[in-house]
């Protein structure tokens, strides 16, 4: 089983910014419980030998608490752009089925996992990142900027580790819903866009 995926991740949750999450287990959410949703805008990769290049999944996901103290529901989305090797593919991978960190990391996050679905996820860019998953979840994600007009960043949060994200970018998602009729309904500010480069 191996993958390799350099990825945009287009992060978003229940709290405002920016998530207590991402400074580790002691961080309380703003709700008392967190709930958010991961979206993953492939630019390159391969997975046992089919290319998942272009392709987008999401991932959405709830907590009781803290995202450090697991027993978290989740659901994963692939694009139905995607053909059935790549949906399947992953489906795999982003489930945590085939190793690299998002196998150890799911285990200790997740332990109930609803079907995957197929659904458009449609991704438009500029000032402000505007996301479609299908009908359940809509992101708009603007980065913050400095004097200059440069993106603010942070690097070194525990959280950061956990995804191997050397530097992120956080923005307010105001505006963000997320409506799975089986989960709990959603709307933040906390947001971060990510650059990673993963491997199994």
Known sequence: MTW???????ECCSCKMLCPCWAG????????????ALVFDIKSGSVDGVD?????AALTAEWPGNFFLGNG??????????SVDQRRELEAVFG??????????????????LPAQS???????????????GNVGKISLKPLT?????????QG?????????????????KGTKWNDAEMRQWQGDSGTLHSLNWTS
């Open 119 to 133: 659904v458009s996820i449609d991704i438009t860019r500029g000032d402000t990142i505007n996301v479609t998953v």
């Open 146 to 154: 400095d004097d200059q007009g440069k993106r603010v960043s942070v």
């Open 96 to 113: 945590g089925k085939k190793g690299g960190l998002l196998g150890p990391l799911w285990s200790a996050a997740i332990s109930k996992w």
């Open 73 to 82: 529901t989740a659901r994963l989305y692939t694009d139905s752009k995607a």
């Open 4 to 10: 390799q995926i350099n990825t945009e991740m287009i």
């Open 52 to 56: 998942v290049s272009g392709c987008r």
């Open 25 to 36: 287990p002691q961080g309380e959410p703003d709700e008392g419980w967190c709930a958010g």
């Open 157 to 173: 949060m525990p959280a950061q580790a956990v995804f191997q994200s050397g530097s992120m970018n956080i923005g307010s998602s």
